[in-house]
């Protein structure tokens, strides 16, 4: 066979395993070993043939086919990559692996955080930062994230590259130390451990651990921590009883699965640790971490040793009979490998299953430690998790990065408030558990406006405030109205987004202080919709009926109020001439919003049109802005003899409009109409409309008079006056032009 026919055969072949027809990938394989005879490309055949082997399920052929590879050379870990891929999905199939089931499932043992667990580490809320989104995560945990950060909640697109800049909720923070102070103790201890860690004093370090451990035994990091101590401290066989440990008390969480991982190499227990990794690799197909470890563990069960290659083999392959579901128990270590002499494809179909599930009662036990501090007793099955390990007073462990200054906190203080603390766990914090006896409304009340919370958002700067409260101090200074930090980025933006954990407490916490707040806003509101009383009024020009007013806003003041138009519905508001006696004055035209462009700096330009005439009954004014007490106008309809000539003045002053209009120069007339748009037709019923023929209302926008002359005819309610003023002033226009 020539070498292009050879070539031609490979890419078939490659072309049949992406199609997944492993079996013709397989066959071309073996058929090409015949031609090509270079141990260097034997190697690489027999093992993308024993890939597609292992992709058809016949794990048994596929692993002989991989050993015979290893005979000519050790295997490297790009060899692996496909069987590392294949064994990995595997777990995702049979145990619905994917990142949406992994949180939902995680979430269902958070039951002893609830609310207040950071969805990115799965344990209490340590200096909550508050994303743009409105969700709230550790400050650490979003240190070390990739930037840019995805929200783990919502899964939000808009990635945040600067949370860097992002502070800790104020408001959070203080609630948190407030409630839980155990548990911002137990936190406390950690990072005191973490320093002596970094300087290898493991004794000091295990000893501030024990202690975190001891008044917080649900807490899964501090487990996998320690257990990474104890390998520092050669200690391997409590090393993996801590993993163990971490693993159970939060199931799919990668980071126990790699720390049992470890501690299993250090024993000896390779097979067992390749697992362990699969399983990291299922949850966190990211874990570069996770797949070098297993490829080297391959290569090395693959690697031929004299006498024990077969049994090797067989052992290696066993980790598919495995009866051990992973989501629960979590991968019994001590069924785990099961050697044989044979096996049937069925054997290995399942990389880890089980048909038991560990279960973690959200229900726990009251027990007291040293008279103060309140700890818990999980609800287990038969081999429940022992949260008090032997090791609990000589064994901890550190988070590889250096420990930040922490305030000290005192053990006594923590003491004397342990009647306020919950006494179902070490600080179980389900909505429920939070005794009345902390609950303050002042603790989650505005800054600025002295009330209750409605609507919270949280500035970057880490300060929250009610929603339209900040809006507002925005539109005059696009700074923290607190610490004055510059918020323009923040502004630009636009993302307004409530803080969920904020809201949630005001709901489940202080129902009926919230349903006042919100009959006040209901109130608000209402009063805002009213198009009769206390109509927001924009005192600037003349505005007509039918008639186009594109508005540039720009002042504070008239920022709140467009917004206030918009969020109501309503998108209505009044226009009237400025007044030096009144303010405004006593005759305005009601504008529709019909779009508006918001500029990064707050400005905005408002397309609107004119829809009503109306009379001011009462000046007023509303925060910064004016109001007024309104009553429409309507014109006055004519019947008979009277409606008969108001038709002929209608046409005759229409005719003479026309003359005016075409008379104007083509640049004035271009300028006019993409402004106010071209002139409308003729109407064939006068009266047909309340406000009267629109031509009229253009006619008066592009005359060339002040705003003084013009508001007479908004006033008028009689057409006939209306349309005679008209013809005065066309009648002087094309006099005045005559006599140039």
Known sequence: MGTASIDCMLLLAVEA????????????????????????????????????LAFAGKLNEAFEIYRKAAEIERLRPVHLDNLIKYLSNSIKRNHGTDSQSNRQETNSYCVGYDAFTCRICYRFLYEPVTLPCGHCFCKKCLDREKTPVCCKECNDMAKFNDVDNYRVNVVLSNLLSKWFPVQLLAVHLRRDGNGPYSDKIMDSALEKYNEAIQIAPRDHVLYSNRSQINSSLRNYQDALHDAETACKLMPLWSMGHIRKAQALVTLGKCKEALREYLVVIALDPESNLAKTEAQKILSDLLAPVTDQVHNRILDCTSLLSSRSRFKGGILNTSSCIITTSSKSYKDYKSIIASDEKLTLSPTMSESKTDGSLETCSIMKRENQVNVCHPSVTNRSVFLKRSSSEDSQVDSSDICKRSKYEVTQNEQATSWSTVLAGLIDPTDLEC????????????????????????????????????????????????????????????????PSELMDRQKVNAEEISDLSNLNKNVPIFVCTM?????????????????????????MGTKQFGMCLDDNLKGFADYGCLLEIRNVEFFADGRSIVDTIGKRRFKVIEHHQRDGYNTADIEYLEDIKVEGVTEKELQSLHDAVYDQALIWVNSLKAEQMERIVGHFGPMPEKN????????????????LAVLPLQGRAQLPFLALTSLKDRLRGIRRVLLFMTRNRSSR
């Open 543 to 567: 505005a007509f009926p039918t008639v186009p007013c594109p508005l540039h806003v720009f002042e504070p003041c008239y920022r709140l109020m467009i917004r206030r138009c918009m969020e």
């Open 17 to 52: 395993f992406k199609s997944k027809n492993f079996g013709l990938a397989a066959d071309i394989y073996e058929c090409q070993m015949l031609h090509l005879r270079e141990p260097g490309t034997q190697q690489d055949l027999l093992v993308k043939r024993a890939d597609a």
């Open 447 to 510: 800054s600025l406006c002295m009330r209750l919370f409605y609507e919270p958002v949280t500035t970057p700067c880490g300060h929250t405030f009610c929603l339209k409260c900040l809006e507002r101090c925005l539109d005059y200074n696009p700074k923290c109205p607190l610490c004055k930090m510059e918020l323009k980025e923040y502004l630009a933006e636009s993302k307004y987004n409530k803080t969920v954990l904020v809201e949630n407490l005001i709901c489940e916490y202080l």
């Open 684 to 699: 064939s019923e006068p009266q047909a409309s309340p406000n009267g023929p629109s031509w009229c209302w253009w006619l």
